[in-house]
């Protein structure tokens, strides 16, 4: 199991690694402004730059929750009535559950306050 769990967290952070360089390009997607003002880390205000970076934090952090349900999803099918197995299954969607909910806060939280604070 830990080496499954080494070899997805690998995966996800090598693909984390080809969107950053993908979206440092000038996309608006990313950060909901023009490109001319917040292009890179580096570029724009402190303000924006830790948003970028704790939106890109919390979206790798979201696609770590997700990978554990289809780990887990994965786990209970092939578990052929061990209910041992089925039950750890469960326990990894409940907490792979509980992970999606609050990265979901987070982002709320860190939208929230950064448009408070202008």
């Not at 000038?26 to 292009?39: A, E, N, Y």
């Not at 730059?49 to 919390?58: A, G, H, K, R, V």
Request: without cysteine; glycine residues 12%.
């Amino acid at each position: 199991m830990k080496n499954s769990i080494k070899r997805i967290s690998s995966s996800i952070a090598l693909a984390a690694l080809f969107v950053n360089s993908a979206f440092a390009q000038g996309s608006s997607f990313v950060t909901g402004q023009d490109p001319s003002v917040i292009g890179a880390v580096g570029k724009g205000t402190l303000g924006g730059n830790i948003t970028l970076i704790l939106n890109y934090f919390l979206g790798i952090l979201g696609l770590i929750a997700v990978a554990f349900l289809i780990y887990a999803g994965v786990l209970m099918v092939t578990a052929g009535g061990n209910d041992e197995q089925v039950t750890k299954a469960r326990k990894i969607i409940m907490y792979g559950v509980a992970g999606i909910v609050i990265v979901l806060l987070s982002w709320t939280i860190v939208s929230f306050v950064t448009s408070a604070l202008g």
